[in-house]
């Protein structure tokens, strides 16, 4: 099966900088990559993803990117602010057929004001 | 929410006790997951199904089993609860998510189990 490793397990950054978090997959045939940001108490919710045939994707003040051949990607958040603060979930799977999602062990990230 | 409900939402069990966690949804999807979640180990697959009585192992399926008598449901049952089962649970649906392009996972807003 799917191994995803997720670095770093935790991340403190000054309001204002950027954080990056980066993962790792093991499986070729995966091709959509998913993040999720879990706040406090609270479920995992999706915020971005990327697809295989894609190499990066942004949204406001997140992107990620995918290396295939390298087989990892990574979550950069710029201009960070206090409510980016939480536990953010890296995944691996496909996109539209086969049955399970990886997940890495998350990065607790803290933006200090 | 994609209409995912879970319950109970918080359970206190005493070692050896069977266990039982729903996962209701409303939306008709044909995938639902069982993951929990603990310090250092992320979200990991117990079990999913991908229909009525279709169900299968994921990668820590000891001492838990499933059922699906029906579209909307999914039940977690812990037959004989441990200490090691004090965790959070999270059910989940599968949708083919058009602004996500893909299959994506949707999740239940957990159930907080504590085995004492």
């Known amino acids: 099966g799917e191994n995803v490793e997720q670095h770093p397990s935790t991340l403190s950054v000054q309001e204002g900088d950027s954080a990056v978090i980066k993962c790792t997959y093991s499986?070729?045939?995966?091709?959509?990559f998913p993040w999720y940001k879990q706040e406090l108490g609270k479920r995992p919710q999706l915020i971005i993803d990327?697809?295989?045939?894609?190499g990066e994707k942004k949204d406001q003040r997140i992107a990620v990117t995918l290396n295939k051949t390298a087989k990892h990607f990574s979550l950069h958040i710029t201009e960070t602010q206090p409510e980016d603060s939480a536990v953010y979930f890296c995944?691996?799977?496909?996109?539209?057929?086969?049955?399970?999602?990886?997940f890495g062990t998350g990065t607790s990230l803290t933006v200090i004001p | 929410d994609a209409g995912i409900t879970q319950s109970p939402r918080h359970k206190v069990t005493e070692t050896g006790t069977p266990v039982t966690l729903r996962c209701h949804q409303t939306?008709?999807?044909?995938?639902m997951y069982w993951y929990r979640q603990d310090p250092g180990h992320g979200l990991r697959l117990i079990h999913y199904?991908?229909?009525?009585?279709?169900?299968d192992k994921g990668e820590v399926s000891d001492g838990y089993s499933v059922s699906r008598s029906k579209t909307e449901d999914f039940l977690l049952t812990l037959e004989s609860a441990t200490s090691s089962q004090t965790s959070v649970y999270f059910c989940?649906?599968?949708?083919?998510?058009?602004?996500?392009?893909?299959?994506?996972?949707?999740f239940g807003e957990g159930s907080w189990l504590t085995v004492v």
């Open positions: 989940a649906i599968r949708i083919f998510d058009r602004e996500y392009s893909g299959n994506t996972i949707y």
């Open positions: 499986d070729s045939a995966s091709n959509y």
């Open positions: 990327i697809r295989s045939n894609v």
């Open positions: 995944a691996a799977g496909p996109r539209t057929t086969g049955n399970q999602f990886y």
């Open positions: 939306e008709n999807h044909r995938y």
């Open positions: 199904s991908y229909g009525v009585k279709d169900t």
